[in-house]
C-alpha cells in the first residue's frame, strides 16, 4: 500500500521564494481573461469612504472649481447659520474675513452637539457631522421646522473642499474645538473650558487650493451682497460684517465694518435696489402671509419700473434659487389672475385678454421669499425649487392681497394696468416685425396690396410718395421712375394718432400699411437701418383737405418715428394748385399769392390768360404731376425738421392742435381769428 505523502505547510520564505511563478500565473491568466474579453473583475471595483467621493468629484456637490462653486462654501456655512437664526435660537450672525485666507462665520445658536453619537460611539455628534455624508439634524421636522440645509452634505462638503477648517463650539457653558485637514481630522475634540457667557458655533475654514487653483479667492463685494441679503430675508437676525482691510485694496464699495438688520424685509431690500429708478406707481407692493418658524410661510415685494429691464430674485429658506421654480411659478401666476380679475372690474376686460404673465413680469422688479417644510431641489447646489406645493402656497398668499391692493389703489391700478397692455401691445408688434423679417429674408415679403414699389432695393436713392386716394394714387404710378420711386395710395384722411388709444392704432389698416411698406418699426423698435426709402415724401392736394391729410400723417411720423424725422428721411411735396397759360407760354402756381405773382411778371395786364385749378392730384395728367411734382430736376421739396431748441414748444404745440381735447384748437382758433382770410384756404 502506498503511503501518502504528507502535506508540508508553506513558510513565509517559501512563499517569497514562489513569488515569481505565482506572478507569472498571474499574468498568464489575467491574459486568459482578455483573451476572452472577462478582464472586468471586482479588483477593478474601487470603494471611495468617508469625504473622498467629494474631493474627487466637487462637481457633483457644488457644481464645479469656478468662481461661483467656492462662494458656494460660504453660503453653505451661513444657512447653517441662518437655519439656527430661523429656528428662534440665534439672534446674530459674524462673518469674517482675514489676510490669511480664512473665512469664519459665527452664529449665537444652540451649538453643534459634541456628546457621543449612537451608531458611532467612539466619535461625537460634531465629527460625524463634519466628516460623514448626509448626516445632520435637518432630515425630519423635530429640530428644525425650516432650514436650508436639507440634504445633510452642507458643511461636510465645505470640510472635504476646505485646505483646513476649525470649528468651535459653545454649549452647556463649555468651549470645544477640533481642526480638520482636507476632511480628515488632524486632533480629537478639545475641551477648552469654561464659557459661561458664550453659545453658538464658529466655522473658520480656508478653501484647498489644490481644489480650486493656487490664484483662487472670495471676492469681496460678492460675499458683502450675500451675506446682506440673509438679513434681508429674515428681520429678525443681525449680521455682523469684518472684512480684512488688506483685502480690500482698491476696493471702495465694500465697508471693513458694517452690521445688517433690516426689520422691513424685502420691501427695505427692493426699495434700496431701486433707488433712482422711475416707477410705474410710486408704492412697493409688499406682503406676508405666516412666519418663518412655520410651515409654509410667504414673504415679496414687487414695483414695476418704467426705464428699466425687470428682475425676479428669489429665495427658499433663505437659499437663492437662481433657477427660479415653483414658487416663482405661483407669484406669477397670482400677479396674472389678480390684475385680469381688475381689469374685468373696471370694464378694461377685453384689452387686458391680450396680456400674458410674461408681459406682467418684463418690467417688474420683485423679491420673492417661501420658508417650507422639507424642500425638494434640482440639484444639489439648489439653484431651482421643486416642491409642488409651494406654487399652491404662493399664488394662494399673493393673489388675495394684490387683489385688496388693486381694489384699494384705482389710481396706481388703473396706471398699472395701462402700461402691463402696452408691453403686451409691444411685445405682439415686435412678433409681427420679426415675423415680416423673416419673411423678407426669404424673399416672400408680403407687401401691401396697393402699394407700387420701386425696383432699386437699396434704401439710398429710392423714395416713396405718399398720396391720398386711389385716383392721385394711378397718376402718380405713370408719372413716377420705376427704378427709385414707388408709390402708396392711402384711402382718405388717416387716423388721427395724437387722440386716438392705442387699440385704435393697433387696429387701424392704413397705418399698419404704411409701416410695413417702410420696414423700419414704431416707437422703441424703429430700426433707421431698416428703413427701406432713403426718402419718405408726403404728397396731397394743395387745398385744404390736403394740408389735413399732411398735418396727420406728419403726426403719426412725429409720435410713432421720431427718428424718421431727427435722421432727415421725411418731406412734403409741393404740387401746383393753378395751371396758367397763354400763348405757349406754361407756368405752374401752389397758390393764390403766387398764381398773382406769376399773372403780374410773365403775362400783360390785358392779356387772356387760361387758369385752369387742380381740384386734385388726380386730375392732373401723369405729366404734368411728373413735370411739376415728382421729377427731381424739377421739383420743390419741402424738408420736414424739428428745431432741438424748441422740441417741447413743438411737443406742447401737437398735444393743443391734435390731441384729444377740441376745446384746446377751440381756443386757438379764437386766438387767432383775426388772422383768419378766405385767401388761407388755399394755403
Not at 148 to 153: F, R
Not at 238 to 245: A, F, L
Amino acid at each position: 500500500m502506498a503511503k501518502t505523502a504528507k502535506k508540508q505547510s508553506s513558510t513565509p520564505a517559501d512563499l517569497f521564494a514562489d513569488m515569481p511563478r505565482r506572478e507569472a500565473l498571474r499574468r498568464e491568466a489575467a491574459k486568459g481573461r482578455s483573451r476572452n474579453g472577462d478582464d472586468y473583475t471586482a479588483h477593478d471595483i474601487e470603494v471611495l469612504e468617508g469625504l473622498e467621493p467629494v474631493r474627487r468629484r466637487p462637481g457633483m456637490y457644488i457644481g464645479g472649481t469656478d468662481e461661483k462653486a467656492l462662494h458656494h462654501l460660504f453660503a453653505e456655512v451661513i444657512d447653517n447659520a441662518m437655519d439656527e437664526a430661523l429656528a428662534g435660537h440665534a439672534s446674530f450672525i459674524e462673518v469674517e474675513a482675514t489676510a490669511d485666507g480664512f473665512l469664519t462665520v459665527t452664529d449665537n445658536g444652540r451649538g453643534i452637539p459634541v456628546d457621543p453619537h449612537p451608531k458611532f460611539p467612539n466619535k461625537s455628534a460634531l465629527e460625524v457631522i463634519m466628516c460623514t455624508l448626509h448626516a445632520g439634524g435637518k432630515f425630519g421636522s423635530k429640530v428644525y421646522e425650516t432650514s436650508g440645509g436639507l440634504h445633510g452634505v452642507g458643511v461636510s462638503v465645505v470640510n472635504a473642499l476646505s485646505e483646513r477648517l476649525e470649528v468651535e463650539v459653545a454649549r452647556g457653558g463649555q468651549l470645544y474645538r477640533q481642526v480638520y485637514q482636507r476632511g480628515k481630522p488632524k486632533n480629537g475634540l478639545e475641551q477648552l473650558g469654561r464659557v459661561p457667557n458664550r453659545r453658538g458655533t464658529k466655522v473658520r475654514f480656508k478653501p484647498d487650493p489644490e481644489i480650486f487653483g493656487a490664484k483662487a479667492k472670495f471676492n469681496p463685494l460678492r460675499l458683502f451682497k450675500m451675506a446682506r441679503a440673509k438679513a434681508y430675508l429674515f428681520g429678525g437676525v443681525e449680521i455682523r460684517w469684518h472684512y480684512d482691510q488688506e483685502l480690500l485694496h482698491g476696493i471702495t464699495d465694500v465697508p471693513e465694518n458694517e452690521t445688517f438688520h433690516f426689520p422691513g424685509g424685502l420691501k427695505d431690500y427692493l426699495a434700496v435696489t431701486l433707488a433712482g429708478q422711475t416707477l410705474v406707481h410710486p408704492e412697493i407692493f409688499t406682503g406676508k402671509s405666516g412666519r418663518p418658524g412655520a410651515n409654509g410661510s410667504v414673504e415679496w415685494a414687487v414695483a414695476w419700473t418704467a426705464d428699466a429691464d425687470g428682475f425676479l430674485s428669489s429665495y427658499c429658506n433663505t437659499i437663492p434659487t437662481a433657477d427660479g421654480g415653483t414658487h416663482e411659478t405661483g407669484l406669477r401666476a397670482a400677479l396674472s389672475r389678480a390684475l385680469k380679475d381688475h381689469a374685468e372690474r373696471v370694464n378694461q376686460g377685453k384689452r387686458a385678454a391680450l396680456v400674458t404673465s410674461e408681459d406682467i413680469m418684463a418690467c417688474a422688479a420683485a423679491m420673492l421669499s417661501v420658508f417650507i417644510r422639507e424642500p425638494e431641489f434640482q440639484g444639489q447646489t439648489k439653484d431651482r425649487l421643486a416642491t409642488a406645493e409651494a406654487t399652491r402656497i404662493v399664488e394662494s398668499a399673493v393673489k388675495d392681497q394684490f387683489d385688496h391692493w388693486l381694489a384699494g389703489n384705482p389710481a396706481q391700478a388703473n396706471r398699472l394696468l395701462d402700461f402691463v397692455v402696452e408691453r403686451a401691445e409691444e411685445r405682439i408688434r415686435r412678433r409681427q416685425e420679426k415675423e415680416i423679417a423673416r419673411k423678407s429674408a426669404v424673399r416672400k415679403l408680403r407687401l401691401p396690396g396697393k402699394l407700387a414699389d420701386c425696383t432699386n432695393t437699396a434704401a439710398e436713392g429710392s423714395e416713396i410718395f405718399i398720396v391720398e386716394g386711389d385716383s392721385a394714387g394711378g397718376s402718380a404710378k405713370q408719372a413716377r421712375d420705376r427704378a427709385s420711386q414707388a408709390v402708396l395710395p392711402l384711402r382718405g384722411k388717416i387716423l388721427n394718432v395724437a387722440s386716438a388709444g392705442k387699440d385704435k392704432l393697433a387696429q387701424n389698416q392704413q397705418l399698419a400699411d404704411l409701416v410695413q411698406a417702410l420696414g423700419c418699426g414704431t416707437g422703441a423698435h424703429y430700426r433707421d437701418e431698416d428703413l427701406r426709402y432713403g426718402k419718405v415724401i408726403v404728397m396731397t392736394d394743395a387745398d385744404v383737405d390736403g394740408a389735413h391729410i399732411a398735418s396727420l400723417l406728419i403726426t403719426f411720423f412725429y409720435r410713432q418715428m421720431p427718428q424718421l424725422i431727427d435722421h432727415g428721411h421725411l418731406y412734403l411735396a409741393v404740387p401746383p394748385l393753378y395751371r396758367l397759360a397763354h400763348g405757349g407760354k406754361v407756368f405752374y402756381a401752389r397758390n393764390d399769392a403766387h398764381k398773382d405773382e406769376i399773372m403780374r411778371r410773365e403775362f400783360r395786364a390785358n392779356a387772356n390768360v387760361e387758369i385752369g385749378r387742380f381740384k386734385g392730384l388726380g386730375e392732373m395728367m401723369p405729366a404734368q404731376l411728373k413735370e411739376t411734382t415728382m421729377d427731381p430736376r424739377k421739383r420743390t421739396l419741402l424738408k420736414v425738421m424739428l428745431i432741438a431748441d424748441d422740441r417741447a414748444d413743438t411737443a406742447k404745440a401737437v398735444d393743443r392742435l391734435m390731441g384729444a381735447k377740441a376745446e384746446a384748437r377751440f381756443e386757438f382758433i379764437q386766438e387767432r381769428a383775426e388772422f383768419a382770410s378766405d385767401e388761407m384756404l388755399d394755403v
